[in-house]
């Protein structure tokens, strides 16, 4: 497979066209171009083959170019692809009425919107609208709600408001599974408690069991709308279809994404309940309901997507082979101590949590080249990574073992490495992008 | 209006086939319907690949950052890809934060459309969102007088944002009067304060030039595009700076600092530069040019006036709006319910000439023996 440009024309076009911090991050990992994918597989331009495990954290439910949603998406593409302002096409219904029906609970409007973050955001002017008479949000320590400029004053990872001055003086924050501490901040009720029915993200940490019915209780006694945002866990990711399942609660407002995608459009809703369209319906709390997001490709992505889903009985495959997975990376963590401190997580959606972002850039190196793709935190700071294990959902058995095969022959390498080299390297990749692009082009280029 | 009137169900260019089988010319505005050249281009990507999964380097992504460069002017040349327009400008105004975190007052120029996200909402109708502007802590002042830059904090400053076109208190839809533009960039400048041109619905030749900031002498710090530029075939946006702002927020910090899960990706990037190809190819700024003239002569008796592809019609004080929409829909054109006493005609930037031709006469005899019976 050919590249348009040379390498390193790309690199050099990608510094300086898009963003100079990914083509140090490229050329520091000597990262290929991508080319063609299929199922489990990424290919690259030298026409290696990656197992995906990485699924732009969780997206490719259904793997990438499911033969399924491809069909729908080229047929809708070539019949119609887009909708003015004010029309709307039949999938739009369809779409939203599938959901009503897939989502536990009593549904009422459904909101399409182009990226999850965008559709936090709708919910936030939601919720400011119809608790107008309250003060305060409550949300989790390094959750992740998006990272659009309003979304970001909601964002439970810190360290980026210091960057921006996006802390909002409204919003509390309180340690994910701390029940006690989630009381305290509620008091007698605040707007609403935004949480992920699994803390996603880099700190990926499912909570103990009752920790989100409890939730629900207090959002009860307290008239505090609960937001669940399932934008990383729903549709089979973390074993059941949503992780509120767990705990058997309904959400006032519900915030999908990433497996409505189908592998193939940016795509998002947020779901309001029916108690709550009824009593402030969308229509007329936000009437200006212009989106990008529901299009006509986008809609038909989704619908075949959840059909292949349900057909395939990939949620199901979801917890047998997310618990095939899950055991073997901790049977290798018990192995590895000194690399790998536990195994979060739940369904096919788990990762290694690693003592320190070495480690992570050091796994994600070697798996590299052995072809498997993990998803990588992207925080050069952060003391216990999770290097994310999300692959789609219907990978087979045989191909999570031959994962695992990769993932112990990766840490044995990096076990073999002189700690001296490990600690150099720490170094390199703590201040990786403070280093020039010029230091890191290749030698004889311009 | 019948159930299925506002059902669509295909088209092509400027028209449509709705639920009840008939033609619709839509003069909402956008690229357009079903474009071949665009559909054919992200059809063939769709067969390799739709959403990247971010770990490789992603060739489109960056063929459309470096094409953007080519045509933007100078410095802009740094692009970051959003999924659509409205985000992009949200991401705009996320750098101006990171050039200045402290900053809390945002200066917007009166009667834009910054679009459907929390800031754009804020910045657009600004009484309908108090509440959201107070929980995301920033202030606000609308400019759309010289004089008013008086009133300005320019020390907190961290933005500056201007459309191009606003919509005046009349109602009509017009250009920025250059004279405040200069004034607003030259006090920008003073500050540092970014000035950002979001031309998310007006880029691709709309207003008569590839892109509608064009239509003036200054040339902004950041430019957003959006809304034409995804060909109508995939949501697409993006916002532009030079190499110098760019690095000095992202340059030295992970590229998840401004990464979203699927911006960027290559069916969205393919869409884009196969619109932007469509549009260079068929030189569609002058051919916007002459579809807004198709409009405003024959509506010219009615006191309307092209500006580029789009055309703003005053009504009669005595016509309910909500009522000659409708009376236009059953005739066969669709418009924009209007936000004040003009109707806005938006011929999309693919619009065939004989289509646009018959839709003017359809308005035309609306109005003149519908709503007013003595002509």
């Known amino acids: ?446 | 209006m019948k159930t299925n009137d506002k059902l669509i169900i295909s088209g092509q260019y400027e028209t449509y086939i709705d639920g009840n089988g008939r033609q619709i010319v839509d003069l909402a505005g956008g690229f357009g319907f079903q474009v071949p050249a665009v559909i054919e281009a992200v059809s063939r990507q769709a067969d390799t690949m739709g959403l990247s999964n971010r770990v490789l380097m992603s060739e489109p992504l960056i063929a459309l950052c470096r094409r953007l460069a080519e045509l933007l002017p100078q410095p802009l040349v740094s692009s970051y890809v959003c999924s659509s327009g409205d985000e992009a400008f949200e991401g705009a105004l996320k750098l101006c934060k990171g050039l200045k975190p402290k900053g809390k007052t945002i200066v917007v120029v009166q009667g834009g459309d910054y679009g459907s996200l929390s800031y754009g909402r804020c910045l657009s109708t600004p009484q309908s969102y108090l509440e959201m502007q107070r929980f995301l802590g920033f202030e606000l002042v609308a400019i759309r007088h010289v004089r008013d830059l008086d009133k300005v904090d320019w020390n907190d400053c961290f933005a500056v944002c201007h459309t191009s076109t606003v919509t005046g208190e009349d109602g009509r839809l017009r250009l920025i009067e250059q004279v405040l533009l200069d004034h607003l960039y030259a006090a920008a400048a003073r500050v540092s304060a970014p000035v950002i041109a979001v031309d998310v619905q007006s880029c691709l030749g709309s207003l008569g030039t590839l892109f509608g900031f064009q239509r003036y002498r200054n040339t902004p710090d950041i430019v957003v595009l959006g809304g034409p530029l995804g060909g109508s075939a995939i949501p697409i946006g993006t916002y532009t700076c030079s190499e110098q702002m760019a690095y000095q927020v992202y340059g030295r910090s992970s590229p998840a600092k401004h990464g979203s899960t699927t911006a960027g990706n290559p069916m969205a990037c393919v869409a884009a530069m196969a619109a932007l190809d469509y549009v260079q190819a068929h030189d569609l700024p002058r051919q916007c040019l002459n579809n807004g003239q198709i409009l405003a002569q024959a509506l010219a008796s009615f006191g309307a006036v092209a500006c580029g592809a789009w055309v703003s019609l005053p009504l009669p004080a005595d016509l309910k709006p909500a009522e000659l929409c409708e009376e236009l829909y059953q005739r066969g054109v669709y418009v924009s319910a209007p936000r004040g006493r003009e109707l806005i005609l938006r011929c999309p930037i693919t619009a065939r000439a004989e289509h646009l031709q018959r839709a003017s006469r359809i308005i035309k005899e609306i109005l003149s023996h519908v709503f007013n019976p003595i002509a």
């Not at chain 1, 991050?25 to 083959?49: C, F, M, N, Q, W």
């Not at chain 1, 050091?362 to 994310?388: D, F, I, Q, T």
Request: aromatic fraction near 8%; proline fraction near 5%; charged fraction near 20%.
């Open chain 1, 1 to 446: 497979m050919s590249l348009t440009l040379s390498h390193e024309q790309l690199l050099d076009d990608c510094q300086r066209h898009w963003s100079a911090s990914a083509a140090k991050l490229y050329r520091l990992g000597k990262t290929s171009v991508e080319k063609d994918t299929d199922g489990i597989y990424v290919t690259d331009h030298a026409g290696k083959r990656f197992i995906d495990c990485a699924c732009s954290y969780g997206v490719f439910i259904v793997g990438h170019r499911n033969p399924m949603v491809q069909e729908q998406v080229q047929t809708q593409l070539n019949q119609m692809a887009w909708v003015p302002e004010g029309r709307v096409h039949p999938l739009q219904g369809a779409l939203s009425e599938r959901l009503r029906n897939l989502v536990p609970g009593d549904w009422g409007d459904v909101q399409f919107m182009v990226s999850g973050a965008e559709a936090i955001e709708q919910s936030m002017r939601y919720v400011l609208k119809v608790q107008q008479h309250r003060r305060g949000i409550v949300v989790m320590s390094d959750s992740y709600h998006g990272k659009t400029l309003a979304a970001m004053s909601i964002l439970g990872q810190k360290q980026h408001h210091r960057s921006y001055g996006t802390e909002a003086s409204e919003v509390t924050y309180v340690p994910y599974g701390d029940f006690a501490a989630l009381q305290r901040a509620v008091g007698e009720g605040v707007r609403a408690v935004y949480v992920e029915p699994i803390l996603g993200g880099a700190h990926l940490q499912v909570p103990p069991l009752g920790y989100m019915a409890n939730i629900r209780a207090l959002c009860d006694a307290t008239e505090t709308l609960l937001v669940a945002d399932e934008i990383q866990t729903g549709f089979g990711r973390c074993g059941k279809w949503f992780a509120v399942q767990y705990d058997d609660i309904v959400p006032d407002i519900m915030i999908l994404s990433k497996g409505l995608t189908g592998g193939y459009t940016s795509f998002a809703c947020a779901m309001y309940s029916q108690r709550l369209a009824t009593q402030y319906p969308l229509s007329e709390i936000e009437p200006d309901q212009r989106t990008n997001g529901g299009h006509p490709v986008a809609c038909a992505s989704a619908l075949a997507a959840i059909d292949y889903i349900e057909q395939h009985k990939l949620v199901e495959q979801s917890r047998i082979n997310g618990g095939l997975l899950r055991h073997g990376l901790q049977r290798l963590a018990q192995r590895y101590p000194q690399i790998v401190e536990d195994v979060p997580g739940v369904g096919l959606m788990t990762g290694l949590r690693l003592r320190g972002s070495v480690y992570e850039a050091l796994m994600s190196m070697e798996l590299g080249k052995r072809g498997v793709h993990a998803g990588h935190s992207m925080n050069e700071k952060a003391k216990h990574p999770v290097l994310r294990f999300y692959p789609p959902l219907n990978i087979t058995p045989e191909a999570l073992r031959h994962v695992l095969t990769m993932t112990e022959e990766a840490l044995e390498a990096i076990a073999r490495r002189p700690k001296l080299a490990v600690k150099a390297f720490s170094l390199v990749v703590r201040n990786m992008y403070h280093i020039p692009n010029k230091l890191l082009r290749s030698k004889g280029k311009p």
